[in-house]
């Protein structure tokens, strides 16, 4: 079986990422919302991080980049939409929707030559889903923000990978201290709506000046 030997540490991870994801699916369909699920959840969201940070430091394979996307359309993608759908069945065709958008998202990223994200990671938007889960927010807020997040993340603007060492600690802090404490979530819906929301600002200022700059250039025409 030549596929084991063409898999690099990076792909063990990925694939260690999928497992989280399925476990917490797993028990999601077992025994309902619990806090395990969300702690495998969490999990995967170091393995998924883990095996990036490897991939720079180590030999990448073949297929890794195929492989990481598929690990995240189980956790990312799968978990969220199933989780939606068990805190209430009205939200069927928001998760479904959620869930169609976020493999897309994934299938774009890998034909894309890109060194930032375009559109809304898959696991910031699955942050802020299960987020608003777990603290029991109410289905009228939920389906909005998950019809949003959904188009967000096929849209055209440019998201920054996080590679600053302090912001990536601080990102693992609170996650690990969500595994224990559920009014972290809180935390991480800040965090995730400060990253969502400042290159859409950013994106509104620089289309904003380039008609600015445009109209002043017509002028002295």
Do not use: H
Not at 171 to 194: D, H, K, P, R
């Amino acid at each position: 079986m030549r596929v084991f030997k063409e898999v690099s540490l990076a792909d063990s991870l990925s694939v260690l990422n999928a497992l989280f994801g399925f476990t917490a699916v797993t028990y999601l369909l077992l025994y309902g919302i619990k806090v395990e699920a969300f702690v495998m959840f969490y999990l995967s969201t170091f393995a998924d991080g883990l095996d990036g940070l490897v991939a720079k430091k180590t030999e990448k394979s073949a297929f890794g980049k195929e492989l990481d996307s598929l690990a995240d359309s189980i956790s990312f993608g799968l978990f969220p939409a199933a989780l939606l759908v068990k805190y209430d069945s009205n939200l069927f065709p928001y998760a479904s929707l959620f869930l169609a958008f976020s493999l897309l998202r994934l299938a774009r990223f890998n034909v894309l030559n890109v060194s930032d994200f375009l559109g809304v990671p898959t696991l910031v938007s699955a942050l802020v889903v299960t987020s608003l889960v777990r603290v029991d927010v109410d289905v009228a807020f939920i389906i909005p923000v998950t019809v949003l997040l959904s188009f967000l993340m096929i849209c055209d603007v440019k998201y920054p990978r996080v590679k600053d060492a302090l912001a990536l600690a601080v990102v693992g802090v609170v996650l690990i201290s969500a595994i224990f404490f559920t009014e972290m979530c809180y935390a991480i819906l800040l965090l995730s709506a400060v990253y969502i929301i400042l290159p859409i600002l950013n994106e509104g200022v620089r289309f904003w000046r380039e008609r600015r700059l445009k109209k002043l250039l017509s002028k002295q025409e």
